[in-house]
């Protein structure tokens, strides 16, 4: 899935519109298969040691990947990387409680509704 998302990303330019389509390759993708969602994002938590040590390898090659984009953006590209790397983990937890809501619910919004409810959290600290 990361392979599909770095696709998207170098499909662009802007560095605005290269964060929100790299969130839409993503949800859409992650949304796709609602067996190996429910895997990934409820069932597979707390396993086994070497299962969790994977999955936070995962998201760190996530939160890598955001945090080179949001350098790009004028608003993030003079903050520290720490606090730019706290920025995008805090997007990955928003991203991970929207999934699993969307998992859990009866109400399901499209998956283009989780990526705009993302874009308006993060939009005015993304820029």
């Known amino acids: 899935m990361l392979d599909r998302v770095r696709a998207a990303l170098e499909a662009e330019e802007d ?5 929100e389509v790299g969130l839409r390759t993503f949800i859409d993708t992650m949304l796709v298969d609602e067996r190996g969602t429910r895997i ?7 396993v086994s040691p070497t299962l ?12 890598s990947v955001l945090s080179r984009e949001g350098s790009r953006l004028e608003r993030l590209a003079s903050v520290p990387e720490n606090e ?29 509704a989780i990526v705009d409810t ?10």
Request: hydrophobic fraction near 45%.
């Open 52 to 63: 969790e040590a994977d999955r936070r390898r995962v998201t760190e090659e996530y939160v």
């Open 84 to 112: 730019r790397r706290a920025i995008m983990v805090a997007l990955i937890g928003a991203i991970e409680g929207l999934v699993t809501d969307w998992l859990a619910g009866e109400r399901r919004n499209p998956p283009s």
């Open 40 to 46: 990934v994002y409820l069932e597979a938590i707390g």
């Open 15 to 19: 560095a605005r519109r290269r964060l």
């Open 118 to 127: 993302l874009l308006t959290i993060f939009g005015p600290t993304l820029g």
